[in-house]
Each structure stands twice: as C-alpha cells, then as structure tokens.
C-alpha cells in the first residue's frame, strides 16, 4: 500500500503526517530545529492523530527544548582542532595566523583557515559562513542545469541563505529557490535531493500524494537523503 502525507499544526507547532501500512503510531523529533514527524497507520485519520500528538505534546516540547538547549552550546570558537564537515568529510581546522587576505583552504584532511593575528571569533565564523556560501555557488548551478530538462521546469532565480528549520524553500509565484547554507557541510546527494525537492514543488505546491509520486519518479532515492538530513546526530559538524 503506497504512503501518503499531510501536515498539521497543533498547539503552534507544525506536524509532518505520513501514512502507512504499519500497525502502531510514531512520532519523531528530528533535530537540527526540532522537527516533528508523526507515521501513523492507514487506518487512523487526521483526527485521531491529532488526539494522539496532543496526548504526547509534553514530551514533544520537552525533547524540542533539548534540541535548541543543544544548539546554543555548540557555537564555534573557530581555533585549530575542531572538527568541521565540508560535503559530508570531517575534517580538522588549523588555524595560521599571518598578514595578508583572510581566507580558507582544504589540505587533504583538514581545513585551513588564514587569518591575521588578533581576528575574532565572531569573524572568523564570518568568513567560514562566507566560504561555504561560496561551495554552494559552484555547485548548484549544475545541478540546476542537470534537472531542468529532466522536470521540464525552469528556475529563474535561486539564493542561499541560513535558515532555523527549513533545507530549503520554493516560492512559486515568484520562482524563487532557497538553499539553506548548511548544505554545504552534508553529503552532496543531499544537496541534489533538497534542489529537486524544491524544483518538484514547481509541479505540486503541497507535500501529498502527487508529490511524493514525482519524487518516486525523479528520484528514487529520495528518501535515503532526507532521512540522511534530518535525523543525523544534531549538529555533528559542530563537535571537536
């Protein structure tokens, strides 16, 4: 029996639903944002799901407050021996303090950062938010080009930016695509999965049926990369 998917929202929180042919309720708190998803039996509807998540909002809050509790601890002090993914590799940061422009290098397995002696913290994350901005930009391109002609759909504009809960967004009236800027530090299939992701919903604005039908269609795999993206440890290039 094939899925099917809606969303809700309760108590101001919003409710991923995906229906499916198993025989007990889950619900799921993903991080980076706290993410709630909900599979639920066929045989349940709106209603009764809504009842089962209200049963368990306590539990829902509090593991939602663990994650962002999490997140506020794992600000980067951006020094020689912390641990930063770059598409999905974990590599280790050296710092070399000297004159001239500030700017990063991948040597084999680590991450260079060039920078005058005295900079700070906060500008040093600056510039590593800067540069992985700037591994999107040579990347997404491509993979625009790739899916155009596969989707029959043309994106006229897309950006990046850093958002709190989303991988990425499509507004179709006007076009535009957002690429969150994290995506630069997850596996590249990732990023190919959230930019057809986003170029589907030219075809469907909602998440149901015909959507996932498109991805089945498109993207066979699909799934391997978003359950890749959301329910990875929390912020694991963030750790030393």
Request: proline share 5%; aromatic share 8%; hydrophobic share 40%.
């Amino acid at each position: 029996m094939s899925t099917a998917s809606t969303s809700l929202t309760i108590r101001g929180i919003d409710i991923d639903v995906v229906y499916k042919n198993i025989k007990n309720l889950h619900i799921g708190v993903y991080p980076p944002s706290g993410r709630v998803r909900v599979a639920a039996p066929h045989q349940l509807d709106d209603e009764q799901v809504r009842l089962a998540v209200i049963q368990r909002l306590p539990w829902i809050r509090e593991k939602r407050e663990q994650l962002r509790s999490a997140a506020r601890q794992s600000v980067r002090e951006m020094v020689t021996g912390e641990s930063h993914y770059v598409w999905g590799v974990r590599r280790r940061m050296k710092v070399v303090e000297r004159p001239g422009r500030a700017h990063f290098e991948l040597d084999g397995e680590r991450l260079l950062l060039y920078v005058q002696a005295g900079t700070t913290a906060e500008r040093r994350r600056e510039l590593l938010d800067r540069w992985c901005r700037e591994q999107l930009r040579h990347v997404i391109p491509d993979l625009i080009a790739k899916w155009e002609p596969v989707l029959e759909v043309s994106v006229p504009r897309w950006n990046i930016k850093r958002m709190k809960t989303k991988w990425g967004s499509c507004n179709r009236e006007t076009g535009q695509i957002w690429f969150n800027v994290e995506l630069s530090k997850k596996h590249p299939g990732c990023l190919e999965y959230v930019v057809v992701h986003e170029m589907v919903h030219y075809l469907e604005r909602n998440h149901g049926e015909r959507f996932i039908e498109l991805m089945e269609r498109f993207m066979p795999n699909w799934r391997i990369f978003r359950d890749r993206l959301n329910e990875a440890p929390l912020a694991e290039e963030e750790w030393a």
